[in-house]
């Protein structure tokens, strides 16, 4: 897929965000489908921490000097450390807006990047930074779908309706 393609798709990605995180009441933001799972407060945090601190930082990392250290980061830990479950709402979300908005702003001004260059990775492997680019795009895939799996858990189980006439989950 083109470069363009995925920075088209990030851009875009930032409204399917902004809908998913709208309309949802105090109640459902900490609700969570099973006590181990994220609700939809930490998925935010998380997208809004990795907006900020991973994704773009990297590829522009990789893009300037692919040698370069990247610097050491936790997403799984900022749960508990960064207190995702004490974070305002709306303010992360305004945050997390915001800096996708500036992230697309910097990539569609990048002339002629190198998307080859590559980092070594010591868990990944060689990352190019169209790999990171592309990378990116499916870690929003992925939240989009668990935004969404747990919006229908929630009705599921809120409604106390049979959700089989919807069709198969």
């Known amino acids: 897929m083109e470069e363009t393609v995925i920075i088209k798709k990030l851009a875009a990605n ?3 965000f902004e809908h998913l995180f709208s309309h949802v009441s105090p109640k459902e933001i900490l609700w969570r489908p099973y006590p181990e799972h994220w609700c939809i407060l930490e998925i935010l945090c998380h997208l809004h921490d990795n907006e900020h601190e991973d994704f773009m ?9 692919p ?3 990247f610097k050491s980061i936790e997403p799984g830990q900022w749960v ?5 479950l004490e974070q305002d709402f709306n303010e992360k979300l305004d945050s997390f807006l915001r ?3 500036e992230s697309i702003q910097w990539l569609e001004r990048l002339e002629t990047p190198t998307w080859d260059n590559t980092y070594h990775h010591e868990t990944f492997g060689k990352l190019t930074a169209r790999n990171l680019l592309t990378n990116w795009l499916a870690h929003d895939n992925l939240h989009i779908r668990q935004i969404t799996r747990i919006k ?9 309706e049979n ?3 919807a069709g198969n989950w």
């Open 163 to 165: 959700l089989n006439y």
């Open 14 to 16: 930032k409204g399917v």
């Open 80 to 84: 508990k450390e960064r207190a995702y």
């Open 67 to 69: 040698a370069r250290p």
């Open 99 to 101: 800096k996708r908005v």
């Open 57 to 65: 930082i990297r590829v522009k990392s990789v893009l300037d000097n």
């Open 152 to 160: 229908y858990l929630y009705l599921k189980e809120k409604s106390g």
